[in-house]
Nanobody, 115 residues
Framework: QVQLVESGGGLVQPGGSLRLSCVASGVIVSMYAMAWYRRTPGKSREWVATITEGGSTNYADSMKGRFTISRDNANQALYLQMDNLEPEDTAVYSC?????????WGQGTQVTVSS
């Protein structure tokens, strides 16, 4: 039914950039808030950024100024522009969509920052 599919991850050198995408199906994205989270092996899931139905954004302190969350409702998509990447940003990044009753997750896309 509801599916979220992330893409855009990969290997990048410190200081580099990546743009992650999350495409949804089975749901009208414009109606809901969405977010990006990340997870590193051995650590719990960490919140990255949120964008509301109205387009308001909020970021975790360590990402603010480097990452930009955006949405394209016409294309059922959520994006995360990541600049000035650091090795500490290495993680699996997943998108989330929240309805009144359910939180949906994608499988995630791997981001590796290494020289």
């Amino acid at each position: 039914q509801v599916q979220l599919v992330e893409s855009g991850g990969g290997l990048v050198q410190p200081g580099g950039s990546l743009r992650l995408s999350c495409v949804a199906s089975g749901v009208i994205v414009s109606m809901y808030a969405m977010a990006w989270y990340r997870r590193t092996p051995g650590k719990s899931r960490e919140w990255v950024a949120t964008i509301t139905e109205g387009g308001s954004t909020n970021y975790a302190d360590s990402m603010k100024g480097r990452f930009t969350i955006s949405r394209d409702n016409a294309n059922q998509a959520l994006y995360l522009q990541m600049d000035n990447l650091e090795p500490e940003d290495t993680a699996v990044y997943s998108c989330q969509l929240s309805t009144l009753t359910t939180r949906y997750w994608g499988q995630g896309t791997q981001v590796t920052v290494s020289s």
